[in-house]
């Protein structure tokens, strides 16, 4: 198992070196000059000089690079040119409010997913059945931002049950959690119906039936587990979505999580700010799939990592 982890470690460094010179390049190409949106509209040209200079933005491409790959692994991801504070200091404020969203959609997408996923597999084309794909179509076909708003209007401004925005309380992350985790909530279900429905189809089950065990042990302690696996994959691909694709749930209900700052950064051309953002996330999205992989072993005593 540490062979296998340290193993795939080494093997995401090129993809985190591939995500640096590609997020490097990116926010470099986009257009808009960082030091006339630092200067202002009516800044002279030695003023706007004297930006570049203070942030290294006349240094060459290469030497920008080194200089970015460099801090990266001494951890220093250099200065925002908005707030003139560290970026890594910005991003322990902002990330840990995303991570609480993200782990509240997913716990959402889990708790009502993956029950949805098994009724619809112990009736398949039934009433509940048909019920339950009809809510996944519905659920990863609805824009986020409008079934946010939508939940604003009923929730908090009608019935009053909810904050409007912000984050505090635990009453704050119901909607924003409840809305970042629809989509995942619809695919889970989806995922765990079908492979729900292979598995009682195999012989394993229907041995354990011809024994006389009880259908709730069947479906949950034998059928259940064989079937995790690709739903477990499934989870930790949300799961890295949500981290990365929380921007708009952020933005409707106020909440001052990375995907916040990440706008507000990218409208401002704050590059150091963009690039460690988009590599914290990415490597977020690799160690999320390197932990589904060591979860596999747990799952099925039939993997092993030799």
Request: a positive charge.
């Amino acid at each position: 198992m540490l062979q296998y982890t340290l193993r795939r470690v080494l093997i995401a460094i090129p993809s985190i070196l591939g995500v640096m010179i590609i997020v490097f390049a990116m926010v470099r190409l986009a257009p808009g000059d960082p030091a006339q949106l630092l200067a202002g509209e009516f800044a002279d040209a030695e003023t706007i000089e004297l930006i570049r200079e203070r942030f290294g933005l006349n240094d060459s491409m290469p030497r920008q690079f080194t200089r970015f790959v460099t801090g990266v692994f001494q951890g220093d991801l250099g200065e925002s040119t908005r707030t003139k504070r560290l970026v890594t200091s910005d991003l322990a404020t902002f990330f840990p409010n995303t991570l609480e969203l993200a782990l509240g959609a997913i716990v959402v997408a889990l708790v009502f997913g993956i029950p949805a996923g098994i009724l619809a597999s112990l009736r398949p084309n039934s009433p509940i059945d048909l019920a339950v794909m009809l809510g996944a179509l519905i659920g990863v076909s609805m824009p986020v931002f409008w079934f946010g708003l939508l939940a604003i209007l009923i929730f908090s401004v009608q019935l009053g049950w909810f904050p409007v925005a912000g984050r505090g309380t635990l009453r704050h992350l119901v909607l924003p959690a409840l809305t970042l985790g629809l989509s995942s909530m619809a695919i889970i279900a989806r995922m765990t119906r079908s492979s729900m429905l292979e598995v009682l189809n195999q012989d394993f089950v229907r041995t354990a039936r011809a024994k006389g065990l009880f259908w709730r042990a069947i479906v949950l302690k034998h059928a259940l587990r064989n079937a995790l696996v690709p739903v477990v994959t499934v989870i930790g691909l949300q799961f890295g979505a949500l981290l990365a694709g929380a921007v708009i749930t952020e933005t409707v209900f106020t909440w001052p999580g990375i995907g916040s700052l990440l706008v507000v950064s990218i409208l401002a051309r704050d590059y150091p700010v963009v690039q460690g953002a988009v590599l914290l996330i990415a490597v977020s999205f690799i160690a999320v799939n390197l932990i589904v992989d060591l979860v596999y072993g747990f799952i099925d005593p039939r993997i092993r990592y030799d």
